[in-house]
């Protein structure tokens, strides 16, 4: 007994230091995660770093009724280069990933298809033609030895279900050399596909395809060579969609990342609806969003309407996301602007958007899926997943970038205030809007209290309007805030824009148009207007912000303005910079007094008051913006209030 007793120590004891081995202690534990945590390290259910990059997540159904969902991304295990091809994670709950492998392999020499079990036997059938193609695309080697300078890229893998065929189809974008001695990773611009019998593949590689394009002749070239052709059909950042009604349409960029396409695909989602040379806008495909320099495309539909949500065109480096909207899959997307307020807005969460979940699309519950590339370490490059909200009219909220759970999305049903408010506010002052609104939800109409933040209108200019509806749910609308009192309002870009307009109509103006060089006004006869080279730049239907005058040389830009009776007066000035990136500066005086002395030019729309002017005898007040760094300085409005 005593001998049975010392083995059994024994045997406890080294099943202790096994459980103490290196071996073992270096095995990753496997976590169970109940919510989400956008940025944080994601391991699957063995406990490894999930590999699915720039992917995508699909539901389905197991062979149980359950509803399971497919994750499919790239496989940066490796880096950039020697892609192992796209993996696959299977979950019931979206938070916890089982690994479920390659769903498709990438390719590292041409004796695989004779020598590797799963080569030969998948493409047991192709011809040697159609096994160069698979070589061609599924090659991801960064170094290699068939003569060709660079590897294949496979990047933004798309998987969808088709009903009708009951195959599983996956589009992916293919890129690489187009010749043996093209050092170009990037010249293909291709759209590739495979297909498979089941979510877990092998997906067998069929083919990789330029999409639609226009005639060559029918639209501008968006870059600066007019020798390139916007006609390519250029396929690069890549998503797929299927409607209600089981057509499938892919969506990329192109024009070298310049436009958006969105394409119909055929009855078996491997081909387009149509050859590229026989295809019809409007029905086969559309161009939208046109030398917007997108990418990165996300698509989903609510409430009848299409959501497209794509980023900047930035390489690696995060820039601010953008939504369009449009009733109909193959119209022109109206852009809705950015979907992140606040510190986020920026740069997305220092992410980049890959895909929308549809969690539970009629209630409206859906999920952003986005990627923080870090290319020095693609491997463990995190992933971000935010809850989206709607506003008013489907208005589009994405984040933020904390902690979550599925419990935390909301049903919602598209609602609209129809009150119409008026054309403006005075400065500060809400006073003038209702304290009530007519909200209709669906076919019924109620009237709610409302209030509005004064905050939002304590600048003049065009201003976005917060109103709070008394069950706690906000709108915004655009509407113009004017000062009280006003004597001149200037549109430095000389366009007379539609807030300008209303400025007009809010007081005893001096000036009778929107801009002039310093002389007589034709109208009302007083002296005003600027001084110093200078240029007017903006839009014609632009506003007050982004129409603007630049000065030339390193001048001053001076705005003299003249017949105003003694007394005591308020400037305010409008500032925005279309090309914040060269950092612009100026030094603001006012009758020769410092006003602001550092006046820095950003993105974004900035209003500046420089009250307690005292005007004399001579009835003028002279407004001068000076540089202070190397690049030349500008202006979008000025307005002249007496207090």
Excluded at 508 to 525: C, E, F, K, M, R
Aim: hydrophobic share 35%; glycine share 8%.
């Amino acid at each position: 007994m005593k001998l049975l007793r010392s083995l059994r120590a024994l045997a406890v004891l080294g099943a202790a230091l096994a459980v103490l081995s290196p071996a073992a202690v270096a095995a990753p534990a496997a976590p169970a995660y109940d919510s989400f945590r956008p940025g944080a390290e994601w391991r699957d259910t063995s406990g490894q770093v999930i590999q699915a990059h720039g992917g995508q997540v699909v539901p389905s159904t197991d062979h149980r009724g359950r509803k399971i969902w497919y994750w499919y991304g790239e496989d940066r295990s490796n880096g950039y280069y020697d892609s192992p091809g796209v993996h696959v994670y299977s979950s019931y709950d979206l938070y916890n990933w089982k690994d479920e492998g390659l769903a498709l392999r990438a390719m590292s020499s041409l004796d695989q298809f004779e020598n590797d079990k799963y080569f030969s036997k998948l493409y047991k059938k192709y011809s040697p033609a159609q096994k160069d193609v698979v070589w061609r695309d599924l090659s991801t080697n960064a170094v290699r030895t068939d003569g060709w300078a660079r590897p294949s890229i496979l990047e933004r893998p798309k998987v969808i279900y088709n009903q009708a065929t009951r195959k599983w189809i996956m589009w992916v974008h293919s890129d690489g050399p187009s010749a043996p001695t093209s050092t170009s990773t990037y010249a293909r611009a291709e759209a590739g596909v495979a297909i498979a019998d089941s979510p877990k593949g092998p997906f067998r590689w069929i083919d990789s395809y330029r999409l639609n394009n226009v005639p060559s002749d029918s639209v501008p070239w968006c870059g600066t060579s007019s020798a390139f052709d916007p006609a390519g059909g250029m396929a690069r950042d890549m998503n797929l969609f299927v409607d209600d009604d089981g057509k499938a349409y892919i969506i990329y960029s192109s024009e070298e990342n310049r436009t958006m396409y969105i394409s119909k695909l055929n009855r078996d989602y491997t081909y387009l609806s149509a050859r590229p040379e026989n295809a019809v806008q409007g029905k086969d495909f559309v161009r939208t969003l046109a030398c917007n320099q997108r990418e990165a495309p996300a698509m989903f539909k609510s409430e009848g309407r299409y959501y497209l949500l794509t980023s900047g065109a930035t390489g690696w480096d995060p820039n601010p996301a953008r939504y369009a909207t449009s009733s109909t899959v193959l119209g022109q997307y109206a852009d809705q602007g950015n979907p992140i307020a606040g510190a986020g807005a920026a740069n997305t969460y220092r992410s980049q958007s890959t895909n929308v979940i549809p969690v539970d699309s009629k209630r409206n519950k859906f999920v952003f899926m986005g990627d923080r590339w870090t290319p020095s370490d693609l491997k463990n490059a995190p992933y971000i997943w935010m809850p989206m909200s709607f506003g008013e009219g489907g208005s589009l909220s994405i984040g933020p970038d904390q902690e979550w759970t599925l419990g935390d999305l909301t049903t919602y049903r598209r609602w609209t205030v129809e009150t119409k408010l008026p054309d403006h506010v005075l400065l500060g002052d809400t006073s003038s809007l209702p304290t009530k609104v007519k909200v209709r939800t669906g076919s019924r109409t109620q009237t709610m209290a409302v209030t509005w933040d004064a905050s939002t209108v304590a600048k003049p200019g065009t201003a976005s309007l917060r109103g709070t509806l008394a069950d706690g749910r906000t709108f915004t609308r655009t509407i113009v805030v004017a000062p009280r009192n006003l004597r001149y309002a200037v549109n430095a870009g000389g366009i007379a824009t539609a807030d300008w307009q209303v400025l007009t109509r809010t007081g005893s103006l001096l000036n009778s148009t929107p801009d002039q060089p310093l002389g007589i006004d034709p109208a009302t006869g007083k002296t005003w207007g600027f001084t110093g080279e200078s240029a007017p730049a903006g839009p014609a239907n632009g506003d007050l912000y982004s129409t603007l005058r630049y000065a030339k040389n390193h001048e001053p830009l001076v705005y003299t303005f003249g017949g105003l009776e003694p007394g005591t007066y308020t400037v305010h000035a409008g500032y925005f910079d279309p090309w914040p990136w060269a950092n612009r500066a100026a030094q603001v005086t006012v009758n020769g007094a410092v006003v602001d002395q550092q006046r820095l030019f950003t993105g974004t729309n900035e209003a500046a008051a420089y009250g307690g002017v005292v005007v004399g005898a001579d009835g003028k007040i002279a407004v001068t913006i000076a540089p202070t760094r190397s690049p030349d300085i500008q202006v979008s409005w000025l307005t002249v209030s007496a207090s």
